[in-house]
């Protein structure tokens, strides 16, 4: 039996929060310039609010200044397009966030493309995509940023490790798979189709599951001594009519096999905002050239 590590993201995200807000207080004081986050809400969707309010805080706490614009929900895709490129032209703005999902009245490909890629911060513009792609110098998204983190933590290099990642979305699943790539890992993109998808697993030194599904990973899917990073938040019912959240691996089976393992919440979630600031203020060094 190999005994499991709990990685703590929220920790983790703690530290990070901590050297963002202290290089914002290094690059204000050289620079005069303080980075600035716009955040676009389009409607009143209450988790999404949470979500955002959370980010607000949070980019106050590090330094630096928040714009937030809360449009109705029968906001015209034209309008949301008019306020991305007032914030594209915005010099005090150095990265902007638009929360998905978006209204159906609103194609979201065009909103995501309409920002430009030297302030999307959430990493998912198609030029972002692109430069990841091909080993260049891009603003990739905020979750697996934060998994790569969170693997390199714990595991120094990852050279040559055999790396499965469930899950094939443009928002984790592909970044994810490119990154490990970039570390030299041998990455496996799998997914609803793949075939007998637990002896793949099984080969796995790096696990990453971001699939959306609840506890799909077993104990057994899992290779001995094997770092398992779970990407998936699932609220499922609980006694007394009420719910918890679950990741995609059932954690408690993977106790005792994985050397090391994300718990749900806890883990990938706390270093997605954390990794949203470290990429504002990233994106602020490269407009500024600092």
Same mark, same amino acid.
């Given at each position: 039996? /190999?005994?499991? !590590?709990?990685?703590?993201?929220? &920790?983790?995200?703690?530290? $990070?929060?901590?050297?963002?807000?202290?290089?914002?207080?290094?690059?204000? &004081? =050289?620079?005069?310039?303080?980075?600035?986050?716009?955040?676009?809400?389009?409607?009143?969707?209450?988790?999404?609010?949470?979500?955002?309010?959370?980010?607000?805080?949070?980019?106050?706490?590090?330094?630096?200044?928040?714009?937030?614009?809360?449009?109705?929900?029968?906001?015209?895709?034209?309008?949301?397009? %008019?306020?991305? !490129?007032?914030?594209?032209?915005?010099?005090?703005?150095? @990265?902007?966030?638009?929360? $998905?999902?978006?209204?159906?009245?609103?194609?979201?490909?065009?909103?995501?493309? %309409?920002?430009?890629?030297?302030?999307?911060?959430?990493?998912?513009?198609?030029?972002? &995509? #692109?430069?990841?792609?091909? #080993?260049?110098?891009?603003?990739?998204?905020?979750?697996?940023?934060?998994?790569?983190?969170?693997?390199?933590?714990?595991?120094?290099?990852l050279? +040559?490790?055999?790396?499965?990642?469930? +899950?094939? =979305?443009?928002?984790?699943?592909?970044?994810?798979?490119? $990154?490990?790539?970039?570390?030299?890992?041998?990455?496996?993109?799998?997914?609803?189709?793949?075939?007998?998808?637990p002896?793949?697993?099984?080969?796995?030194?790096?696990?990453?599951?971001?699939?959306?599904?609840? !506890?799909?990973?077993?104990g057994?899917?899992?290779?001995? @001594?094997?770092?398992?990073?779970?990407?998936?938040?699932?609220?499922?019912?609980?006694?007394?009519?009420?719910?918890?959240?679950? #990741?995609?691996?059932?954690t408690?089976?993977?106790? #005792?096999?994985?050397?090391?393992?994300?718990?749900?919440? +806890?883990?990938?979630?706390?270093?997605?905002?954390?990794?949203?600031l470290f990429? /504002? $203020?990233?994106? =602020?060094?490269?407009q500024?050239?600092?």
């Amino acid at each position: 039996m /190999t005994e499991t !590590e709990i990685i703590d993201g929220k &920790a983790f995200a703690e530290t $990070l929060l901590a050297q963002v807000a202290k290089d914002v207080a290094n690059l204000k &004081a =050289s620079s005069g310039k303080t980075p600035g986050l716009a955040v676009v809400i389009v409607g009143e969707d209450p988790a999404s609010q949470v979500y955002v309010r959370n980010k607000v805080e949070k980019t106050k706490a590090v330094g630096m200044v928040s714009v937030h614009h809360i449009l109705p929900a029968d906001t015209s895709q034209a309008d949301l397009l %008019a306020l991305v !490129e007032q914030l594209n032209q915005d010099e005090a703005v150095n @990265g902007i966030l638009v929360q $998905l999902p978006l209204p159906k009245q609103i194609d979201e490909s065009a909103v995501i493309n %309409a920002i430009s890629p030297d302030k999307d911060v959430d990493g998912f513009h198609v030029v972002n &995509a #692109g430069r990841l792609a091909t #080993g260049q110098d891009a603003l990739v998204p905020c979750t697996p940023t934060g998994c790569l983190m969170l693997l390199k933590d714990r595991l120094g290099s990852l050279s +040559g490790l055999n790396a499965v990642v469930i +899950g094939r =979305s443009n928002i984790v699943g592909k970044p994810m798979a490119a $990154l490990l790539l970039a570390e030299s890992c041998t990455v496996t993109i799998a997914h609803s189709k793949t075939r007998d998808l637990p002896a793949l697993c099984r080969q796995a030194d790096i696990l990453v599951a971001a699939v959306g599904r609840p !506890e799909m990973v077993k104990g057994d899917w899992i290779k001995p @001594g094997a770092v398992v990073i779970d990407v998936g938040v699932n609220r499922i019912p609980a006694e007394g009519g009420k719910t918890r959240l679950v #990741g995609d691996v059932a954690t408690k089976e993977a106790m #005792g096999t994985a050397s090391a393992i994300t718990p749900v919440p +806890g883990g990938v979630g706390p270093m997605t905002i954390a990794c949203l600031l470290f990429n /504002t $203020l990233r994106a =602020s060094r490269m407009q500024w050239g600092k």
